[in-house]
């Protein structure tokens, strides 16, 4: 797990997860599937492309019941296969940075 704490160093605003067992309160973590995801919050996901990865690989991205977008949000990378490699989860900002907190 990596803490990204942006330009403000006093506050958290993004955790990754890349391995580990970890799951989110609906219990979707590293090895998940596209599937899962989608059940778990049917109501409210959207689904992109991968910026890097192409081909089936995809951003699935989680928004607050409430629709807001600029207070947390939780984002899950799958690769060609459907399955999630990666989970970010923080404000929006710094969670749809590509490459990490640098």
């Known amino acids: 797990m990596e803490p990204c704490t942006g ?16 799951q989110t ?3 979707i973590g590293i090895g ?3 599937a899962e995801v ?9 689904i992109g492309p ?5 081909g089936q690989a995809k951003y699935l991205r989680v928004i607050a019941a409430d629709g807001s977008r600029d ?5 899950m990378e799958t690769d060609e296969d459907g399955i999630v490699r990666q989970v970010r989860a923080g404000y929006l900002d710094p969670v749809r940075w590509i490459e990490g907190c640098a």
């Open 7 to 22: 330009s403000n160093q006093s506050v958290v605003s993004r955790i990754e997860l890349a391995h580990g067992s970890q």
């Open 25 to 27: 309160a609906a219990g």
């Open 50 to 54: 991968h910026p890097y990865e192409g």
């Open 32 to 34: 998940s599937t596209e």
């Open 38 to 46: 989608i059940s778990a919050y049917p109501d409210s996901h959207e």
């Open 71 to 75: 207070v947390t949000t939780l984002l």
